[in-house]
């Protein structure tokens, strides 16, 4: 078996948020860095712009394993970072089985391929909060019972499970980062937290009238992406696999959230919002809240950009965008 190369690590999902933040790091780290990309009709690489002649992309799909095979004999990767998937809880409800396909399934032909091309590659499945759903326990640990509320949630619960079941039955280095939610400027503009700051910039300079939201009362455990792709790396770098929680500990409601990013901008929030049916989903995560002392005390990881900082970068970061001041995201 062909050695593979000891600072070369692949990412699935590297034109997501996560991926380009993470690309980011582990240049920063040394790492040549390959990214897995899927075929499309137009190129999405608006986040990963500035890093394109930093990178090797490899093209792949979730939904075919014998590319994910293909991918590793060919870049011999010693870490594999598996952030790609269906990751939008709405249109899991819409798209259950193409979310299965992608978001369940698409982890096991990944773990698959390693097994087969090299076992000794270090593995990091991104699994997520919403596996909480139906909190069964106040903060969320890594022992907190899953109870998923969405196609998305349950394939992630399958996610989950097969990297422990790929750890325990093959030994590999695999390992499992349950993450809260985590923001950015460079968020897709369907996720709350984006729309808000987006819609705030543009109502402020007279371009958006108005504000469609679903609950308001949803609560979430809000982070900074940057901060949560430095655990990715971390979970790598153990001499053991695990699985880790990884948050802030505070809690803060979607209404927060929009009175924060209009207050930034001296508007209310109430003059502007409007409750919109369409974003109501069939059911709902009403409360998120993680303890990631195990981070803390095992990795030595902490965050860095609080919930009112985060909120005014973005904010900040969507006046720029639309003030022609940055080209792309930032
Ligand atoms: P994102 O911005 O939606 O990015 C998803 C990525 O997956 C994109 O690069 C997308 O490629 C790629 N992808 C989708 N289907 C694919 C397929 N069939 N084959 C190959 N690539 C595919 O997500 P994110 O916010 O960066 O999150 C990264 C990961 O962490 C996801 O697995 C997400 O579920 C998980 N997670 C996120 C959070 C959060 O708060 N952000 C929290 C917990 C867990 P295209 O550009 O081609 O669409
Ligand atoms: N997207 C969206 N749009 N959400 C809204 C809206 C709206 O107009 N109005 C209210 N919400 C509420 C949702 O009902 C949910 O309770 C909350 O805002 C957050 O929604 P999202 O930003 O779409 O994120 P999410 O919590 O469902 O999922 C994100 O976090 C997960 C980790 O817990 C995604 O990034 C997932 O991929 C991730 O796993």
Redesign the pocket.
Known sequence: MAEHHPRRALITGITGQDGSYLTELLLDQGYEVVGLVRRSSTVSFERIAHLQDQITIVSGDLLDEASLIEALRLHRPAEVYNLA?Q????TSFGQPVLTGETTALGVTRLLDAIRIVDPSIRFYQAS???MFGKVQEVPQTETTPFYPR?P??VA?VYGHWITVNYRESYGLHASSGI????ESPRRGL????R?ISHAAAAISLGRQHEL?????D?K?DWGFAGDYVRAMWLMLQQDEPGDYVVCTGETHS?REFCELAFAHLGMDYGDYVVI?EA???PA???L?VGDASRAASDLGWHRDVGFQELVATMVDADLDLLQGKLKGIS
């Open positions: 998937a990751s939008f809880v709405q997520s909060s919403e969405s998305y949630g992630k993450l809260f939610n985590h369907e996720f709350v937290s729309k469609r939201l679903g609950n308001l949803a979430r979607v919109d974003f109501i989903r709902e995560v009403d998120l």
